[in-house]
């Protein structure tokens, strides 16, 4: 689970403290509510841990609004962090927080079965202390939980489905089997990655009957109303069971799924239908859906589509496999090659010609086309695409270039090292990484005091780390003293990494003049280093 922010853990701390006298009558309640609600925005659920003696407060007025902050973060975070939860609660000891925690360890089953629920932030509040280590009172909330029908106690019931203690998993099976009617499918969809867990993970009980009961539910036909306006959820793991549930069901239309499944942004929605498509369809159909497939801006998508046109379709698929030849992935073009092998067709020579077109995007595939299947002869047409307009032009140059003839061309990617566009930099820098060396060492250098933009120093410091394990940490000593904060920070780590591996992952013994030289820049840089990490230096340097 993420941890609490420094202002989560702040304010969490003011909750806590205590007030002064002035204050304890007059502002003691007040603050307490202020703070609690400013909590419901938390970004991590362990802020619920030090909400609970909160809920349980004698004051009405804070009683009620810590359970309304305890039931928005449930319901901000979702069911399925729910897991974690429970998890953390159980191991959650009486000496863990005591002074804060006090009264949430020694809450029992008589309150919790005292509880008036007046709305869905009492039904939270009791689900949370189903989690509760004191086994009675996990099961006086289980009991008031099976009394509750207004279907947020679900999520809850179905996670103490896998309760260590045999009586409390019979209870909230019991309670569960009684809302396994129509009234309670869009529940049971709300919490469908919990019932997913149930069957997939948990292994107290065999589950597997009962969910395929909940499943049941969802394929009868007088609940397909709730089915397809899963499609539409907001959660990701909703939409996809939705998806995955519809489009196999003999009685619904099957086009109209499929076309809502391609219309979703989600790719792992459209590639599920698209193997269904692939394995279910008849070719008539299939050549149909295929024409809309392959142009999808998933590239696992358009290479399925692209195998069941060499499947289905072989003697019509040469123009889909030229076609292909072009596409902006790698692994299609790859794949089209493969194919088209018996064709005896001179594929860089293909490539070159097609980079004399106007549309951008086939340049792209071109230039990458002809760094994959050219040679050092063919970098002469890749150079002058180092100064397009188009970044992702000269992003695809350099890489290409970077294939067929990197040693020949170390300044230019030096020079794109320095490019206006971050990508273009970046792709230098990973072409760099296997041809640098302590001849650029120096020029790095140069760039480096005086680029001011930090994606450059950045990836400048990334080289350094490529030189020999003696030689690159006078440079990123160095490379500590600069103003920028940031790149301050990863220099330094780049620093403490190399001494963590130093006499673990690596050695080397350094000569009286490097020695020298070494403890010289340490003496420059060591008021931006950390005490421990100069002291570890000065260390290595006298004894080595």
Not at 207 to 233: A, Q
């Amino acid at each position: 689970m993420r941890d609490m922010s420094k202002e989560e853990q702040d304010l969490i701390d003011e909750l806590y403290g205590k007030n002064s006298f002035l204050n304890i009558f007059k502002r003691s309640d007040t603050r307490k509510i202020e703070i609690l609600q400013s909590l419901a925005n938390s970004r991590s659920m362990l802020t619920l841990t030090f909400l609970l003696p909160f809920a349980i407060e004698t004051s009405e007025t804070v009683r009620s609004t810590a359970r309304d902050t305890i039931h928005s973060i449930i319901c901000r975070h979702g069911k399925q962090n729910l897991i974690g939860f429970d998890q953390y609660m159980r191991r959650l000891a009486p000496y863990h927080y005591q002074e804060k925690m006090a009264r949430w360890h020694h809450l029992s089953p008589e309150y919790v079965k005292a509880i008036r629920i007046n709305d869905e932030s009492d039904v939270s509040f009791i689900g949370i202390c189903s989690f509760h280590r004191n086994g009675y009172v996990r099961e006086a909330a289980v009991e008031m939980l099976a009394h509750q029908f207004s279907g947020k106690e679900i999520p809850f019931l179905l996670l103490r489905m896998n309760d260590w203690l045999p009586k409390i998993r019979f209870m909230a099976f019991k309670a569960l089997k009684q809302r396994i009617r129509p009234d309670y499918v869009k529940h049971f969809l709300e919490a469908i990655y919990l019932v997913k867990h149930l069957s997939e993970y948990y292994n107290r009980e065999k589950f597997s009957d009962f969910v395929d009961e909940i499943y049941g539910l969802f394929r009868h036909p007088e609940n397909r109303k709730v089915l397809l306006s899963g499609f539409h959820s907001k959660a990701p793991i909703v939409r996809r069971f939705c998806f995955e549930l519809a489009i196999n069901l003999p009685d619904i239309e099957q086009e109209s799924v499929i076309s809502e499944a391609l219309r979703q942004s989600d790719a792992w929605i459209r590639l599920q239908v698209a193997k269904h498509i692939c394995r279910n369809y008849s070719n008539e159909c299939l050549i149909q859906w295929l024409k809309r497939i392959r142009s999808d801006v998933f590239p696992p998508i358009r290479q399925l589509a692209l195998q069941t046109y060499m499947e289905h379709f072989s003697e019509q698929s040469t123009k889909e496999l030229l076609a292909a030849l072009l596409d902006r992935h790698k692994t299609i073009r790859e794949m089209a090659r493969y194919y088209l092998k018996d064709k005896r067709i001179d594929f860089s020579s293909f490539y070159r010609e097609k980079l004399n077109g106007t549309n951008e995007r086939l340049i792209q595939a071109a230039i990458a086309g002809v760094g994959e299947t050219g040679d050092k002869t063919d970098a002469q047409w890749i150079v002058p695409f180092l100064c397009h307009e188009n970044a992702r032009t000269r992003r695809a140059a350099v890489k290409a270039l970077g294939i067929l003839n990197p040693e020949d061309y170390t300044d230019v990617f030096i020079n794109s090292l320095q490019s206006d566009k971050p990508s273009v930099s970046r792709e230098a820098r990973q072409v760099l990484a296997n041809i640098i060396d302590l001849r650029h060492a120096e020029l790095l250098w140069g760039i480096y005091v005086n680029d001011l933009r930090p994606y450059v120093k950045k990836n400048i410091l990334f080289l350094f780390t490529k030189f020999g394990k003696a030689d690159n940490i006078l440079y990123l000593l160095r490379a500590c003293a600069v103003q920028e904060e940031e790149i301050r920070d990863l220099a330094k780590r780049h620093v403490e990494s190399w001494m963590c591996g130093y006499n673990t992952r690596f050695y080397v013994s350094m000569s009286d003049e490097k020695r020298q030289k070494l403890k010289g820049i340490l003496d420059e840089v060591k008021d931006f280093l950390p005490e421990y990490t100069v002291r570890e230096f000065e260390f290595l340097i006298s004894k080595n």
